[in-house]
């Protein structure tokens, strides 16, 4: 029962936020703060880890091609397919929940706890409109830094597979060219669209309905960072299953 209010509490927090929006003059600055506090501040983390990633994926399948009959150029195929399929889209999102969502429900809940979002609805200010709207707009953007994290991921591979010795840097980017594919990119930013609403909403959630102190904050932002991943996770597996199944 507590799982389905919980639902029903989130389908109505989402009608709320674009109810009485906040004047453009403010949102506008709002949107442009958050799209450099969950994307731009995201950049690092997410290229470091895209490249060690495509590093990785590129090693293990150079080290599993024992057959002398396999071409090399195999490499650049797998780390092409995993990469763009998975790694990229779903790997860093769920890195991405633990990032940006943490930061989401603790700020929406310090707000909180410390009564400004009392203080905005006293004002007359939707404050769902005012703290979640901007957030969901610069999550839009997100689709762009998994771009990114697709090209500095095979960037990566590239450079395990070619420095390493395993693959002919000629060889690589055969395997890149062979079967592609090109519905698998827009499968990949439509998953990400999908991420990234939940990576913006789900947190926003628990930091506006908490309630209690400073130690709940934390506690809702493991909560978040928990549900957050897993609704991924299913999302992932449903859009495989309808999109490429």
């Known amino acids: 029962m507590n799982y389905l209010a919980s639902v029903g509490s989130y389908a109505i927090m989402i009608r709320e936020v674009f109810k009485k929006p906040t004047k453009w003059r403010i949102m506008k600055t709002l949107i442009l ?30 080290l599993n091609l024992t057959n002398p009959l396999i071409p090399r150029n195999l490499i650049g195929f797998a780390t092409r397919q995993s990469v763009i399929l998975e790694f990229a889209p779903t790997f860093v999102s769920i890195i991405m929940a633990g990032k940006v969502g943490s930061y989401i429900t603790s700020s929406i809940g310090t707000m909180r706890v410390t009564e400004q979002i009392d203080a905005l ?5 939707n404050s769902l409109n005012y703290l979640v709207f901007p957030k969901i707009i610069a999550m839009l953007f997100y689709p762009f830094a998994i771009a990114i994290s697709m090209y500095v991921g095979i960037f990566g591979g590239w450079m395990a597979g070619v420095l390493g010795g395993f693959l002919t840097s000629t060889d690589f980017v055969t395997g890149l060219q062979t079967d592609f594919v090109p519905f698998h990119i827009a499968y990949a930013f439509i998953k990400t669209l999908l991420f990234a609403f939940i990576i913006a909403t ?44």
Do not use: C, R
């Not at 495509?54 to 293990?60: D, E, H, N, Y």
């Not at 609805?121 to 200010?125: I, P, R």
């Open 33 to 62: 703060k958050e799209i450099d506090e969950l994307i731009f501040s995201s950049l690092g983390i997410i290229i470091f880890i895209s490249f060690f990633i495509g590093a990785v994926v590129a090693i293990q399948t150079a």
């Open 202 to 245: 789900i947190p926003s959630f628990h930091g506006f309905y908490m309630k209690g102190g400073a130690l709940e904050v934390g506690k809702a932002s493991t909560t978040a960072f928990v549900w957050t991943s897993v609704v991924i996770i299913i999302l992932n597996y449903i859009l495989t299953q309808l999109l490429l199944g």
């Open 121 to 125: 609805e006293v004002m007359g200010v």
